[in-house]
């Protein structure tokens, strides 16, 4: 898969078997078309396991192994690709490989729940760190000294992380704008048909309940309440007696927190349980609405102005392609 050399940046992928394919694929296809169009004396890239033997991504695709894990090229920079169930599944064998790098001052980074990784190592620790927002959680309970941002990617630190997917692509375009001629990195987005070029500072869409997580415990009790009575309203006035506070408090910390009043916040919330039934189609609009608490027309017009799309248009658009 590549040639190295000790004048080139050579990339080696770390994958372990339930690995992300798309965050692997999409890094490693910038790095392709890089050298499609000129840049075979700047980057090389290679793909190693821990034993050798091929390892199968989360979608089952195996991928065989082109590099010795003992035996890496001096100027590698490793990247460790993993897949969901990073924090169940521990990997004492990858752990301890990523302490060593670390001791010989390797530059390491990681794609997608490699972050889960790092962190395991106690490789990240005060750092800032891009994890998939589906990592989040675990993170914060198990390596709270991780700091943890929600951008699809974070570069120009010790270790750069992306959160996954194509982000991997938008945190190696960083990478080969700095090192490779002008205008390559437009070039490559056009040949891969990419919207754009992404910033770092582009955050990842979130799920409702990662769009609204607080530390404040008042705000994170009044957010649950909401969560839980989705299907028939709480009023503000029920929900800020339950949390122990007055509706003017509980305002005025909504806003501190989210930015939000907390009728703007349960609206959302109401609404993203609603989406749900209005995608999958089983049924009619009107009683989707009405159990909602609102009369046809005007949910309609506040779909449209939480989501940009009347609910019949987003019915009607394709599933995205999830695999």
Known sequence: MSETSTTKTCFVFVVENGFTMQAFSSAVEVLRVARKLGATDLFSYSVCGLDGTPVAASNEIAIVPDLDINNLPPNAIMVIVSGAGAD??????????????????????????????????????????????????????????????????????????????????????????????????????????????????????????????????????????????????????????????????LERLFRKEFQKTPAKVYTELRLDEARQEVLAGHRSLIDIALDYGYQAGNFSKVYQRVFGVLPSEDRKKPAPDMS
Not at 190 to 196: I, K, P
Request: hydrophobic share 40%; proline share 6%.
């Open 88 to 249: 169940r599944n521990p990997n004492p064998a990858l752990i301890s490989k990523l302490r060593f790098w670390a001791r010989q001052a390797r530059p390491i980074w990681a794609l997608s729940s490699g972050v889960v990784r790092l962190a395991q190592a106690g490789l990240i620790d005060g750092c800032n760190v891009a994890p998939h927002w589906e990592d989040v959680p675990y993170l914060k309970e198990h390596h709270p000294r991780v700091d943890i941002s929600t951008s699809l990617f974070v570069d120009n630190v010790l270790h750069p992380t992306c959160s996954g997917g194509g982000a991997a692509a938008d945190l190696m375009l960083s990478f080969v704008r700095r090192a490779a001629p002008p205008g390559m990195i437009e070039d490559i987005a056009s040949r891969l048909v990419m919207d754009g070029v992404r910033d770092g500072r582009i955050r990842q869409s979130l799920p409702a309940k990662m769009r609204f997580e607080t530390t404040n415990k008042l705000v994170f009790s009044a957010v649950r309440l909401m969560e839980n009575n989705c299907f028939e309203a709480l009023s503000l006035q029920d929900i800020s007696h339950r949390v122990g506070i007055s509706q003017r408090q």
